[in-house]
């Protein structure tokens, strides 16, 4: 899943109004965050095998340290603690925590079964979305637009800054999953590693987005 993930970084700033919306969004996208630094340390690995499923070139075959359950919920709970000692915001931590763990719950409904429940599972999980793409895309297109939504009326611009910001952000995301959903497969696993290390630059643009917008009141 890709903007699916975002949808939840968007609709968690109702949840969790007191906490950024660059931490809300970085939460959901942590695991993904991880899956770069990991690929460059040769703890994971992944190939590109196009055909592997209607939606997506990659035989994500190794991403245990990342993506399996019991890591998902351990990061899910380093995140949500560090955060704690860092604001003592506990439902802002209790959010984070939850939207961490959200990546696992959204990715064993799309990807085809391999998702490992632990580092070493013999067993890989997985509901398999992804083998049909438009259901794949009216999924994700929903939840992010609703998504958005939440956000957009949990809040408002408090300077031109804050318009531009928040909607050239989603602007960009429909395009990048236009490519993703449509363009051909990634020319190399080293053109990944890049590309999915250009994913942190997504919490420090939807930081910069919340320092230009405030809460609307109730």
Known sequence: MFIGHFAVGFAAKRAAPR?????????????????????L??????????GNTAFTPLDLHDFPWSHSLVTSVAWSLVFGGAFWAA????RGAIVLAVGVFSHFVLDFVTH?????????????VGLGLWNSRPAT??????????????YARATRAANWRGTFALWALVVLLAVFYAMTSFGPPPPSVDAIKILGLTGWLFPVWAWWIDRNRELRRA
């Open 19 to 39: 906490a950024s919306l660059g931490v809300l969004m970085a939460a959901p996208l942590f695991l993904d965050l991880l899956w770069p630094i990991f690929l």
């Open 41 to 50: 340390a040769g703890i994971e690995s992944v190939r590109i095998d196009p």
């Open 87 to 90: 604001t003592r915001y506990a």
């Open 112 to 124: 085809r079964p391999d998702m490992p429940l632990y580092p070493g599972s013999p067993m890989s």
């Open 137 to 150: 895309m009216a999924v994700e297109i929903t939840m992010f637009v609703i998504g958005v939504a939440i």
